[in-house]
């Protein structure tokens, strides 16, 4: 870690497009300028880390839906399957057809 003592009016320079401007200095608090791209994000550490928190909460909810979802859709084919190849899924449809045969034969 650098660490640099600074008085009113001083910058810091990172890199070309990164400028830190010592604004005010009241107390133990420092009023600090920040100059960079509109590319670059800046924020104070506690949003960042709130910012960080949501964005694993919102990954997580949708890996969770995604398995849900996966889970529901195995469970589907595997109802699927066994119902058209159950022979008591074949029976039925013989004896409908069997009845509207009859009719007709009357």
């Known amino acids: 870690m650098l660490v640099l003592t600074r008085k009113v009016g001083d910058v810091i320079a990172i890199g070309d497009n990164i400028k830190i401007i010592v604004m005010a200095i009241k107390?133990?608090?420092v009023?600090?300028?920040i100059e960079a791209?509109?590319?670059?994000?800046?924020?104070r550490e506690e949003v960042y880390q709130r910012i960080k928190q949501e964005t694993n909460a919102a990954s997580q909810s949708t890996v969770d839906s995604t398995a849900a979802a996966k889970e529901l859709l195995q469970e589907s084919q595997?109802?699927?399957a066994n119902q058209s190849t159950g022979k008591k899924g074949i029976?039925?449809?013989k004896r409908?057809?069997?009845k509207s045969s009859d009719k007709k034969n009357k």
């Open 27 to 29: 107390g133990k608090q």
């Open 31 to 33: 009023r600090l300028g």
């Open 37 to 43: 791209d509109r590319s670059t994000v800046v924020h």
């Open 78 to 80: 595997t109802h699927d």
């Open 91 to 93: 029976k039925i449809i």
């Open 96 to 98: 409908n057809s069997d």
